[in-house]
C-alpha cells in the first residue's frame, strides 16, 4: 500500500504542478505559491495516513473476519465510513 501511494504521489507530483501552476495561473486563478502547495501537500499525506490507516486496516480486518460472507460486513462498513465522512469528518477538516 504505502509503494502504490508513492508510486502514486511521485508520478502525479508533475501534473499538479501543471494544473496548478499554469493552467490556473493563465487564467487567474491560482493564488498558491510553491511554499503552500509543499504546506497543502504535507497535510495531505499526513490525512491520508491519519484516517486512510485506520481504514485499510479495518477493510483488511473485515476481509479476514467476514469468511464467505465478508462482502456484506465490507459494505456496512463502507456504509458507515461514507456517513460519517460526508457528515462528520468536515465540520473538523
Known sequence: MLI?????????????????FIIKERHGFNKMN????RCDKIKEW?????????VYYGIMKIIVWGGQYFFLYLG????V??????NIIP???
Open 46 to 54: 499526513l490525512l491520508t495516513i491519519i484516517i486512510g490507516g485506520p
Open 76 to 79: 456496512a462498513f463502507v456504509i
Open 34 to 37: 510553491l511554499a503552500t502547495f
Open 81 to 86: 465510513l461514507m456517513i460519517l465522512f460526508v
Open 91 to 93: 465540520n473538523f477538516i
Open 4 to 20: 502504490q501511494f508513492v508510486f502514486g504521489e511521485i508520478t502525479g507530483l508533475s501534473d499538479s504542478l501543471y494544473e496548478i
